[in-house]
């Protein structure tokens, strides 16, 4: 049985260059006598930002031949990137754990991200996990494996410390690829791990993220995701969000950007015009967490919903089919029905398409742990329920928009004749697939709404 | 204080020996460290954690940007985790300070020549001190919301004229009542730059009276306490 490695960190202890085990220069052969790769599997939580750090893994241990396999198909090397932003996250990171463990006894396990920092002795306490390795060190975890198949003593403390340290994505578990411009946050929203377990908020050089597009538009990808904690509040060396945008949007190339979840605040008319620009695509997700200005001051979010109302009326007035969709929690410590009532008027008037429901859960260390009035969870589950609900009515309202429309589809996927793919707007989209091909955009005239709730979709045809 | 430690050398900046321990009222204070090379702007807030302890909190910086010495106004919470803790410590212990954080500061051209309108209630007094002795020449109303006219940190270093007391529990105040009510009857220029800054249930109900007075709501800038 493989797991557990009993690594000394006293000063006495000898540990060998770090130089030595970077990705590629001293990759140890496959599975000893088998003449195979080694194989290993990918598990993730949580958001995209958590995604993109997986595909730039993946494409790290593929790049050093390794051989992408199934939690179930015996790997060689598990590796859980978790969770923590809810209790239910921390959850369903320890059942991923738990699981991937058992049934993979020889494995190394190794366990990173937010869940990783928030609960790092706990887990270097268990047993079934061979290495945690913090987020700001996630991306050497090839070498840290590395170094172990090679019998080298490496303690994941010793890996570098650098969270822009991943190579473009080549291959990935996504169509699109993801691309991270930022780590960290300084917001202090009373209700947030995330600035305790991702750090203070630090921005990535013009230069790298630049040349991670080109390379990234040369791996062949069509569709750029721009990812990070707190994107809007990117700024390197006087060059802030838009004009960052602005630079990936001159890169030449047949590609298209989306940019990932975003603050309501510190937009100016500036970052609406981009809009305009054929590669950016007309779909944010602005994260309003409620629609009582009481519970957001709370929250210590620092807008209100005025605001909030008039950054989605100037979008909408100058791109009427402009997509919204947010993240709303329900049941802060406080919210009174009459807030939760607003919050629900909110989500109607703003007619997102979808809205990712969290009901508030207390995170150890937060402000919001220490407030008074917490909500009770059946409050909380039968709030939660009525947002989803909303949310699903305002899809199918959302979608309709669509039909007899035209959207230019990226081809994520082809089953069994239909492909399936999200148009601009990040619309949902399935049609016959007649001499296409997945990763290939296609011009698509959306004629009918099918499916229900959070699985509905629009169906089309080529022009 | 002008430093001697070459740029290059690399020091630990993130422990600071307390210098003292300010005794303000029976229960605030204020925590007086070295700046050393800690470099901020008047408004900012820093996490302020103690050694050997794991629970840290964020503070607005009390003291001005140039001052020679690092400064929260720190609030004992009766049976808190760690006010309590933070007003045992003595000059030597060590705290751990990150930071600086935040936006809620003043643009240096707008200090030159703009109207400001600060509203406090209670310790949220500490960001606006930062700015009044950042920016000497200031044109500045300081209202000031707490209970006992006790409460008025500091209140020496503010001109009379531009000091407003609002003070709820005794008579002693510019204005004896909440400073909600004191704010109801003011009229102020169209192009006043307000700040907030103190507990949501105070925020809320001053913007919204702001908000009725026709200001609109990015001419307000807010930071909330608890």
Known sequence: ?463 | MMSFIKPEIKIDESFYKVEEIRQLTDETFSLKLPKARFAFKAGQHISLGIKGDYQSREYSIYSGANDENLEVLVKEVENGYFTPKLRKLKAGDLVEVHGPFGKFGIEQKDAETGKFVFIASGTGIAPFRSMVRTYPELDYTLIHGVRYSHEAYDKHEYTNDRYILCTSRDKKGTYNGRLTNYLKGCTFAPKTHFYLCGNSDMIFDALEILKDKGFERDQIHCEVYF
Do not use: W
Request: aromatic share 8%.
């Open chain 1, 1 to 463: 049985m493989q797991k557990k490695r009993n690594i000394q960190t006293g000063a006495d202890q000898k540990f060998p260059s770090f130089g030595g085990v970077r990705r590629g220069l001293s990759f140890s052969p496959p599975s000893e006598g088998s003449g195979e790769a080694r194989r290993v599997a990918f598990k993730t939580l949580g958001c995209r930002l958590n995604q993109y750090e997986t595909d730039a893994l993946v494409t790290d241990f593929s790049s050093a031949g390794y051989q992408l396999v199934e939690l179930n198909q015996s790997p060689d090397v598990v590796v859980v990137n978790t969770c923590t932003v809810t209790n239910q996250s921390d959850q369903k990171s320890r059942t991923t754990i738990s699981q991937a463990a058992r049934a993979n006894n020889n494995a190394v396990v190794v366990v990173t991200g937010c869940m990783a920092n928030n609960f790092k002795e706990k887990l270097e306490n268990q047993d079934n996990i061979t290495f945690v390795v913090e987020n700001n060190r996630k991306s050497s975890i090839l070498s840290l494996v590395d170094a172990h198949f090679s019998g080298e003593i490496l303690h994941p403390n010793q890996l570098p410390q650098d969270v822009f340290r991943y190579e473009p994505v080549r291959q990935s578990l996504h169509t699109r690829s993801a691309l991270k411009i930022q780590d960290g946050c300084d917001n202090f929203c009373t209700f947030c791990i995330i600035p305790m377990v991702r750090g203070r908020a630090v921005s990535r050089s013009v230069e790298s993220v630049l040349e991670n597009v080109r390379k990234t538009i040369d791996n062949g990808f069509r569709e750029i995701v721009i990812t990070g904690v707190n994107i809007g509040r990117y700024e390197y060396e006087g060059h802030r969000f838009e004009d960052l945008l602005e630079k990936i949007l001159e890169v030449p190339g047949d590609f298209r950007v989306r940019i990932s979840s975003l603050e309501p605040d510190g937009f100016g008319d500036r970052f609406v015009e981009l809009f305009q620009h054929q590669k950016l695509m007309p779909h944010l997700h602005l994260c309003l967490q409620s629609g009582s200005d009481k519970t957001l001051l709370r929250m210590r979010r620092m807008y209100d919903v005025d605001q909030f109302r008039k950054t989605v009326n100037r979008f909408r007035s100058v791109y009427p089919d402009f997509n919204f969709t947010t993240d709303i929690i329900v049941g802060f410590p406080g919210e009174t029905e009459e807030e939760f009532q607003e919050t629900l008027a909110a989500v109607r008037e703003f007619n997102f398409s979808h809205v990712h429901t969290f009901k508030y859960s207390v995170r150890k260390g937060t402000r919001a742990e220490r407030l008074e009035n917490h909500v009770p969870e059946k409050v909380k589950n039968a709030r939660s329920l009525q947002v989803r609900q909303l949310s699903e009515e305002n899809r199918m309202k959302f979608l309709k928009i669509f039909v007899g429309k035209e959207q230019q589809v990226l081809i994520e996927k082809i089953v069994q004749g239909t492909a399936y793919g999200y148009g601009e707007s990040y619309v949902p989209v399935r049609f016959r697939a007649d001499g296409v091909q997945k990763n290939t955009v296609r011009r698509v005239k959306l004629l009918d709404l099918k499916g229900e709730g959070e699985n509905m979709y629009l169906t089309g045809e080529i022009i």
